[in-house]
Structures are given as C-alpha cells and as structure tokens.
C-alpha cells in the first residue's frame, strides 16, 4: 500500500541523489584535519567504494520491487526482528537529520548572525522541512533540479575565479599520507557524504520506472561526489597547509575571490549554497523516518506525523552537541562506525535475502 | 472569487518574506558600524603590553572636496584613529566600544602594521586574533613598520584620503619595482605554519618632517618562525623575489659593454622554478629563472640595437640578477632562516629524506649549495633603436 | 518562552488532530498522540533546563570505551 501518492521519474531522482551527497560537501570538510592535502585522493576512494554500496542498495529494491526498507525488513528478518531494525534505522535517521540541522545551524550563527539563539535557526528551518515533507516526495524531487543546478553552478564559478589563486605545490608531495590516515579518510568520506543514500532505500518504491534506478543513483552519487572533488581541490590548491586548520575551507577560500575589487564578499553565494544543500538534505532524512514511522505502525498516511516529528529533530539538535569542535570529533573519531553499520546492513539483508530465496 | 483571494494571498506573502531577508536578530545597521580600514600594533610602555590603533573612516568626510588638505592645519580627515593599550588583541578590540560610539568592523580592512619592535619580540600571540576571528579576512596585507604603526596610520598623503587605503595600494604597488613582497594574511600564514620556511613581510617608514611626512616602502622584513630576526634591502629583496616567482617587473642598470655608461633595462616578466637535488652529503638546489626585458633607456651614445650588443646586455642581466640572488641568499644564510622555501621544495620532491632533515634545518640550511641558470631575452629596445645622437660615421 | 513552547504545540495538535477524528482514523491518532506527547516532554525539558541524556553520546561511550573500535 502506498503511503504516498507521488510519483518521481528516475531523472528527478537522480537530482536529488546529487543534491542529497551535496548536502554534506562543507561537512566533509572536516577530514582536512585528517589527511591535510590528500582530502582529493579519499573523496575519490571513498566514491569508488560507495558506488557498490550503492549498487547493493539497487540490488535489494530490485529484488523486492515496490516495497521500502521497512517491509523488505520484515520480508527479510521476520516480523519481531525487522520491528526491532527497523526502528533502529528510523533513530539513525531521526539523529542524522538533528545532527546535520546542528552542523547548519551552528555554521550559519557563526559566520552571519552571531547573536541568533540556535533554536530559532533550526525552528526556521525546520517549518520549511515540515512544510515540503508534508506536500509529498514530489516536490521535493522538483525542488531539488532546480537547486542542485545552482549548486553545481556555484561551485564551478567560485572554481574558475580562484583559478589565479591556486598553486600547485599545494598538493605534493604525493603519496606520503600514511595508510591508516588513508584507512579513515576513506571511511568517513564514504559514510559521510556518498552512504548515506541508505536513506534512499525508503524513497525507492516511488519512482516511476524501476530499472532506471541503478543509473539514476549512480549518476547521482558521481554528479555529487564530482562536485565535492571540485570543491575539495579548488579549497586545498588555494588555501594550501591553512585549509588543515579551518573548521570550514570552503568559506574562507571563497572570502579571497577579489576580481578587480569588484567581484568580492561572495562567501555568502557560499552559505547559501549550503543552505538549500542541507534542506535538501534534512528534508530527505526527514520524509524517510516519517515514511519508516507511518510504515512500521502500519497507518494510512504520513501526513499527520511530521509536525511532531520535526520538533522532535529540532530538540535533537538542541541537545546533541554542545560545540563544533565535539560534533568534528565524533565524526572523524566514531561517527563513521556508527554509521558504516546502518548503512553496511543492507548487504547482510541482500545476503539474508538470497539465502533464504525470497521473495518466494 | 476564491481563486482569486487566493492568488493575492501568496503573492503578498512572497512580498512579505522579502523583509526579513536582511535578518531582524543580528541586524547591524549601517550607521550603528564604523568601518575599520587599518590596524596597527606597538610595544606599549608596559611590558608585556601592546598598543592597537584602528583606523575608523569618517564616511561624512569622505566627500569633502579635495584630498590636498594637508595645507589646511585643522583640516577634518576623513579617518579617526583609535588607539588602546591591552595585553592582548582581541581584549583591546572589544575595549574600543569604551571610546567609539559604534561597534567595530572588520570586514573591510586593508592593512595590519606590526612595529618592528613588537615583531622582534614575537607575533603569534597577537596575530591570532586576526585568523581567528570570524570577520576578518585573510586577504589582509601584513606590513612592519620601522617606527611606530600609529604614526604610520597617521601620514596622510596626496593622493588617498585614508592612510590605510594608502598604504595598502602602496603596497600593492610594489610590483612595479618589486623590490618589495606583497605579502598577504594567508601567505603569512602559510608560511608560519611551514615548520622550515621563514615568513617575510615588507617593511615601510616615515621620512620627512612635519606636513611634508610620507611614507616609504622599503626591503623585507625576514622572520624566523614568529620573531624578526633581520631585513633585507630592497636589491636582496629582488633577489629573494626572483627565486620565489613573485618577480613582476624592476629596472636594472648594467654597465655598457663599450664602456660608455649604462643602459638600464626593465624586466618585463620573470619565471623560476627550484629543483633540489640530494647528492651524497649536500643539498643541491637548482634555480632556474628565465626572464625577459626591454631596454628602458642608455646614458651611452652608442647603437644597441645590434643582435651582439643585444646579447652582451642579456648576458650583463643575468650576470646582474644572479648578483642579487647571491645577495639575498647570503643574508638569509647569516640570518640562518629559510626564506626561499628550499626546505619545503625539499619535502615536496623526497618527503622521506626530508623526514630526518627536518630536524637538523637549522644546521644544513646554512650548507645548502645553490646552482643558478639564468636565461634573459630582452625583447625589444623600446621606441627607438639608435640613442638621439648624430650619427656615427 | 514556556507559554510559547505550548501554545505552539496546542496549535500544532489543533490543525492535524480534528481532521483525523473527523475521518476515524484511531490508529493514526495514537501514533500522532504518541509522539506528540514525546516532542512536547522533550521540547519542554529542554526549554526548562534539564540535561537530556544524548542517545548519541551514550554511543560514543559504546563504541569508544565498551567495544574500544575508534580512530585514535
């Protein structure tokens, strides 16, 4: 039975995959402190180990066509096992939406409003959130074209004016980074930003043709991933040993646009940009635990839960870290353990699946 | 009806979101901010104590007729410097709002001086405000000052109505000449954080007297992680510019080859490139330079324009700039500080030897060989070929 | 900013909750009520001060110290 009435076409989807990984291109950010100038080599190890992720992920929903996580669980594991997963996936959800909506809120009352109190930031949001989750996925996915056009083409000029700033130097000596730096970099760019498309696997019954899903999340993941890179290069060539100390690259490579005195101060096309990236990025983590809420109890629709659900996010928020320095050490310390789980178990659900020959 | 009703509504909605667009909470209105263009720092009397000078613009005087009013003695300028003693930065900084009416902002700020004496002593305590503070920017100019910041913040000069302003153009334009670094916040910066290249920032002074003050820029000024340790002239600086690709033009005068006075030739545009080289038990670094240039003007009488003499002059320049490259490298090795960033072009070639060099720079530093290759090609003569002389017979 | 915090909430219970007891949809209801009680508790505790236990540090403390798998 479908919860939702929305239809998206797999090109949509494919947008708003590339607006989703996008969501976290300032977050990833924070693996410069990790691998210092090698932060191009792991986004591009971390994309080439998430597009099989990916694929497995396409694999499942293939596998039982028309159905989300929630019931591919309870196909899967049983009735009481799948209600014990699935509710650990919605918390998973639920908390990556807060901490993700903390990371923005912070951000913005750093750089433009120092004196805002956070909540009203993240109840501002929020309201928006609520309000497309509420009109239905296919809003979302049109806003998202529109948006991701924006993103790409933000991030391609802020390129191409810090061309003159860039050096090359920036980046050798190759190859000198450690494997175990490598090891970890790689594991949080690919929980981080590229995985999480897990989320997906509640989004998928709803698009319009099924068998297109595998391009249209794969061509996502790369439109996404290549823009991260882009980012990633143009803030390590401009900014060079400083980007290892930023908390946020992106901003301050920008600040140095200064074409003629006449192109300056674009930092806030950056902001922006992060903005409608992470509404993108929250709405989509909050329509997949309404979905998963409204699924597991079994309800006619999902309309009525989102309210309560978005203050209950806000309050997560609130209440998750007390400061940025916190939020980047969980991330890069434990963070990526935490999340590899949830977003490894579908290939054990695919395994469990294909052993147990279901769907009969 | 409804339709319409409807219609309406959203469209005075959307006229409605748009005024809050500018932000209600942290709203800082125009006239409650006064700008800061310039920021100087000096040894207070105290020790330990520094003194901050910002430069705030006056916008009303901005607009006042001419900016010649050095004549007139009670002459409003268009600036007001505000100076505070603290023992840190950012204590001084929020110490202003005793003094000025309006709260401090920094975005707009051109230049940092730090006083050659406060330099000497170490700047990492009190640059860190400026990298840290969310509104200041890194394309700020860094500048030490001979005498002290609050004078220099104070020579008004001909042509700019704001001492900052001025001296941050002043700077800038250095280029022409460049006998004098263009070093900005992040350069700074990433040369601070480099654990074997010094940081260099260009040096500036008062000269003159009473309304006749102006300022000058100067040489360099070379650091050795956060203190001063030395300076360079201004033909050493060329030299240390040439190695480090920030050469963008310069006059240089070399001596006729028939002996019949100098022909100065201007550089057009330089390029260099630093190889190390690990031999057995010395570092070789190998510079490679090649610039072009055309004949400014010759005090002599005879024809240049003849492919011979032509090439004589190139060999003359390079000869020349090989003089100041060794120039520049013999004070950096007495000052025992790495300008060059040979350390670094070292880690990025063999990051493994470098591994147990780093810890003995400080000793193979001063041993470190140099292998220039200077190409020069003087492209043209100027507007004339043979000097306005009668011709030879 | 307590009176606020309920005001919200009553009108956030106003405009889903009559439409749901119009169409009888009683177990939709619950499940609203239910996080709705859940939202408010949390909203209101935080607006009070009370120091919520953060489930994700209590996973830290899991992944950290129990099961001692983390970078550095």
């Known amino acids: 039975m479908r919860l939702e009435k929305g239809i998206i076409s797999s090109s949509q989807l494919m947008f708003l995959v590339a607006g989703y990984v996008l969501g976290s291109v300032l977050v990833a950010a924070f693996t410069n402190t990790v691998t210092k100038q090698y932060t191009w080599l792991v986004v591009l190890s971390g994309l080439a180990v998430s597009i099989p992720l990916a694929l497995v992920y ?70 928006i959130c609520a309000w497309t989750v509420r009109n239905g996925i296919e809003v979302l996915a049109r806003t998202s074209v529109i948006f991701v056009m924006i993103i790409i083409f933000v991030i391609l000029i802020t390129f191409f004016l810090l061309l003159k700033d860039m050096e090359l130097t920036n980046f050798l000596p190759f190859f000198d980074l450690s494997l175990k730096d490598f090891i970890q970099g790689t594991h949080i760019m690919m929980t981080l930003p590229f995985c999480e498309i897990v989320v997906f696997l509640m989004l998928f019954p709803y698009v319009n043709k099924g068998v297109e899903t595998k391009k249209s999340v794969i061509l996502g993941l790369l ?75 079994n309800l006619r629709s999902y ?5 309560p659900i978005g203050s209950i996010i806000v309050s997560l928020s609130m209440m998750t870290f007390d400061s940025l320095a916190q939020s980047n050490d969980f991330a890069t310390r434990t963070g990526p353990f935490f999340t590899l789980v949830f977003e490894f178990s579908p290939v054990i659900t695919l395994l469990v699946a294909k052993i147990r020959k279901l769907p009969k | 009806m409804k339709n319409r009703i409807g219609f309406i509504m959203k469209i005075m909605v959307c006229f409605m979101l748009i005024l809050p667009i500018s932000g209600c909470w942290s709203r800082h209105e125009l006239n409650s901010l006064s700008f800061v263009v310039g920021v100087g720092l000096d040894k207070a009397e105290k020790p330990g104590e520094i003194q901050l000078t910002t430069q705030v613009v006056k916008p009303g005087e901005l607009k006042s007729s001419s900016a ?90 001909g042509l700019e109505k704001l001492p900052a302003i001025n001296i941050a153009k002043l700077v800038e334009t250095q280029k022409i000449t460049s006998e004098s670094p263009t070093v900005k916040l992040i350069d700074f910066i990433r040369r601070l954080m480099s654990k074997t290249t010094a940081p260099i920032a ?78 057995a038990d010395t570092i070789l ?109 | 900013m307590i009176f606020l915090l309920t005001i919200t909430f009553v009108a956030i219970g106003l405009f889903e909750a009559p439409a749901l007891v119009r169409n009888k949809h009683w177990r939709e209801l619950t499940v609203f009520l239910v996080f709705f009680l859940l939202a408010f508790t949390l909203a209101l505790l935080q607006t009070v001060g009370v120091k919520i236990p953060n489930p994700i540090k209590g996973v830290e403390h899991l992944i950290k110290d129990i099961l001692k798998i983390s970078y550095r």
């Not at chain 1, 192109?263 to 998963?292: D, N, P, Q």
């Not at chain 2, 090795?333 to 591994?355: T, V």
Request: with cysteine; glycine share 6%.
């Open chain 1, 58 to 127: 396409v694999a499942l929903t293939r596998k039982f066509p028309g159905k989300d996580l929630v019931q591919i669980n309870r196909i899967v594991y049983g009735p009481y096992l799948s209600k014990l997963v699935s509710a650990l996936y919605i918390w998973f959800f639920c908390s990556i939406a807060g901490f993700m909506l903390a990371y923005l809120s912070q951000t913005i009352k750093d750089y433009m409003m120092p004196e805002t109190p956070l909540f009203a930031i993240c109840i501002l949001f929020t309201c």
């Open chain 1, 223 to 297: 439109i996404g991933g290549g823009s991260i890179l882009i980012d990633t290069v143009r803030n390590t060539a401009v900014l060079g040993v400083a980007s290892t100390i930023m908390i946020s690259p992106s901003i301050e490579s920008v600040r140095l646009i200064d074409l003629a005195e006449i192109i300056t101060r674009l930092e806030m096309l950056v902001i922006t940009l992060l903005l409608i990236a992470m509404f993108i990025k929250v709405s989509v983590m909050y329509y997949g635990t309404v979905l998963g809420i409204a699924r597991l109890c």
């Open chain 1, 303 to 307: 309309r009525q839960l989102v309210l």
């Open chain 2, 68 to 157: 010649k009013n050095k004549s007139s003695e009670s002459g409003t300028n268009a600036y007001w410097n505000i100076k505070k003693t603290g023992y840190l930065a950012s204590e001084i900084i929020k110490d202003f709002s005793h003094e000025s009416s309006h709260k401090l902002y920094f975005p707009h700020n051109q230049v940092l001086i730090f006083e050659r004496k406060l330099a000497e002593e170490g700047m990492q305590p009190y640059i860190d405000t400026f990298i840290r503070d969310i509104e200041t920017r890194f394309n700020v100019l860094v500048v030490v000052s001979e005498d002290r910041a609050s004078e220099v913040l104070d020579v008004s000069t």
């Open chain 2, 202 to 279: 260009p040096l500036i002074r008062v000269t003159g007297e009473g309304n006749e003050k102006t300022l000058e820029v100067f040489g360099t000024a070379v650091f050795k992680h956060d203190k001063l340790v030395g300076e360079l002239n201004k033909r050493e600086t060329r030299g240390l510019l040439w190695v480090i690709n920030e050469v963008k033009g310069g006059m240089i005068n070399v001596a006729s080859s028939s002996g019949d006075g100098t022909v100065s030739l201007e550089i057009t545009r330089a390029k260099s490139k630093m190889t190390p080289v690990i031999q």
């Open chain 2, 285 to 393: 670094i190998k510079i490679d330079i090649k610039a072009e240039g055309i004949v400014n003007s010759q005090s002599g009488s005879e024809n240049i324009a003849s492919p011979d003499i032509v090439f004589s002059l190139e060999k003359k320049l390079s000869a020349e700039i090989g003089k100041e490259i060794m120039a520049a490298l013999k004070t950096a090795r007495d000052l025992n500080s790495d300008i060059f960033g040979f350390g670094d072009s070292i880690y990025w070639k063999y990051p493994s030897e470098w591994k147990k060099l780093k810890m003995k720079w400080d000793e193979v530093f001063p041993d470190v060989e140099v292998a220039l290759n200077i190409d020069t090609k003087l492209r043209s003569t100027g507007n004339i070929s043979a000097p306005a002389v009668p011709a030879k017979e």
